[in-house]
């Protein structure tokens, strides 16, 4: 691990989480205001939700999304089609409100909108997808055509 903070002003909390910055204050601990002090909290905000993490397989009946989407309601998140065959799935986390008398040690749960886009292949049934959620987890199943299996017609050969 580098004793260096990157040159975004931060410190990974996760190497493969591209998002995961903790802010890094060089003057923290001294006594006069800290310079993070004056930036507004929403600037400070990571954007670890812009870009949820989804699964997508494909199984013979139908596509299968899944998306961790932890402490949202089912009213906070719309999934669409759009242009007949593009999936969205979208929604919002709000952030916890601060307290003039709160300190906070540290904030790592993200806040913010996201949004995913997904084209669908041509054998998806747009007028049957279905979504649920359940345990903060949102499974979108998007039924598939059947698959039209190729007519064979045997030829008599003579002679």
């Known amino acids: 691990?580098?004793?260096i903070p990157s040159v975004f002003g931060g410190r990974r909390s996760n190497i493969f989480d591209p998002f995961s910055l903790d802010i890094w204050?060089?003057?923290?601990?001294?006594?006069?205001?800290?310079?993070?002090?004056?930036?507004?909290s929403s600037?400070?905000?990571?954007?670890?939700?812009a870009s949820a993490r989804?699964?997508?397989?494909?199984?013979?009946?139908?596509?299968?999304?899944?998306?961790?989407?932890?402490?949202?309601?089912?009213?906070?998140?719309?999934?669409?089609?759009?242009?007949?065959s593009v999936l969205q799935i979208s929604g919002e986390r709000s952030r916890e409100q601060e307290e003039k008398n709160d300190k906070w040690h540290r904030v790592e749960r993200s806040s913010g909108k996201f949004l995913r886009r997904f084209r669908?292949?041509?054998?998806?049934?747009?007028?049957?997808?279905?979504?649920?959620?359940?345990?903060?987890?949102?499974?979108?199943?998007?039924p598939?055509?059947?698959e039209k299996k190729p007519e064979v017609?045997?030829?008599?050969?003579?002679?």
């Open 1 to 3: 691990m580098s004793l």
């Open 25 to 40: 204050d060089p003057f923290e601990g001294f006594d006069f205001p800290s310079t993070l002090a004056n930036v507004p």
């Open 43 to 49: 600037a400070r905000d990571t954007s670890a939700f």
């Open 54 to 84: 989804i699964d997508w397989k494909e199984t013979p009946e139908a596509h299968i999304f899944k998306a961790d989407l932890p402490g949202l309601k089912k009213e906070e998140v719309k999934v669409e089609v759009e242009e007949g």
């Open 120 to 142: 669908l292949p041509e054998n998806a049934k747009i007028e049957q997808v279905k979504a649920s959620m359940e345990n903060g987890v949102l499974t979108v199943t998007v």
């Open 144 to 146: 598939k055509e059947e």
């Open 153 to 159: 017609k045997a030829i008599e050969i003579s002679g």
